[in-house]
């Protein structure tokens, strides 16, 4: 498959690219400026891609990345931070709208989806990586839930998809802390398959993605089906839940501390209100 740069997109949305090559596509966030923090455009964008891939019975494994020096930085703090300063940045519509559709998206896609993380995946950018079947990364990425750090909870999924994965003690730690957690020690931890040198991360992943869409389509799509039955069976119901709880913390003071902090740079001096 095309790499990142190379030749034309098959298709190209403002936000997002999609390379076809055979039986794989390549989805690429691209809004490398921002680090693909995920606007309501690329949210858009992405979503009817998703759609699109879904309906095409002639792809049979996806990759999702990142253009640029990282995978996805979260949500994109700018586009919203003037209704945010003002409590009344509206969370729920944007989990609902968005959010949730993309990620159940990727849960139920009938093929193999791989997140090919290329560099930062912090907060629904970390979310978007774990949605994935199989996630690997770029030995210098890392994986944070930041959310904490600006007073809110993790969502987009990250709240389920990290317990499944690593356990309550990890995502306790995970959530509650916000450290960042390298590509190295994620595949320590379980949180993610496979860590690859950065000069070897593209030819692997791509590599991987050919072998998943030259295997048996309808024996992975079985699978998919099992492991979401038994992990994720509950999902729709525990992202309204995140998404309620956010609804409530984005009008809190500390939201309002901590975006401010964010665009002054500087660390918040939070409340507890």
Not at 23 to 45: F, H, Q, Y
Not at 179 to 185: L, M, R, Y
Request: hydrophobic share 45%.
């Amino acid at each position: 498959m095309s790499g990142v740069g190379d030749d034309q997109p098959a298709r190209r949305y403002e936000t997002v690219d999609l390379y076809r090559e055979g039986a794989t596509a390549k989805i690429v966030l691209n809004r490398p400026e921002r680090m693909n923090a995920w606007s309501n455009g690329l949210s858009d964008d992405l979503l009817t891609v998703l759609r699109e891939i879904a309906l095409d019975d002639a792809v049979r494994a996806v990759m999702l990345t990142g253009a640029g020096k990282a995978f996805c930085a979260g949500a994109d703090l700018k586009e919203g931070a003037d209704k945010a300063l003002a409590g009344e940045l509206d969370t729920y519509t944007t989990l609902t709208r968005w959010y949730h559709p993309i990620v159940t998206a990727i849960r139920q896609l009938p093929k193999p989806v791989v997140t090919a993380v290329n560099g930062p995946a912090a907060g629904a950018g970390m979310s978007l990586a774990l949605a994935g079947d199989l996630v690997v990364a770029a030995e210098s990425a890392y994986f944070m839930l930041a959310f904490v750090g600006i007073g809110l909870v993790p969502d987009g999924g990250a709240s389920l998809f990290v317990p499944s994965r690593v356990g309550f003690a990890r995502a306790a730690q995970l959530a509650l802390l916000g450290e960042p957690v390298p590509a190295v020690q994620a595949v320590d931890w379980g949180l993610i398959n496979f860590a690859w040198p950065d000069a070897e991360f593209a030819a692997k992943a791509e590599a991987l993605v050919q072998r998943l869409a030259e295997g048996p389509t309808l024996s992975y799509a079985g699978s998919k089906r099992e492991l979401n039955h038994w992990l994720y069976d509950r999902m729709a119901a525990h992202l309204e839940l995140e998404a309620s709880i956010q609804r409530d913390l984005a009008t809190s003071a500390d939201f309002v501390e901590g975006v401010t902090a964010f665009l002054q740079k500087r660390p918040a001096k939070f409340s507890g209100k």
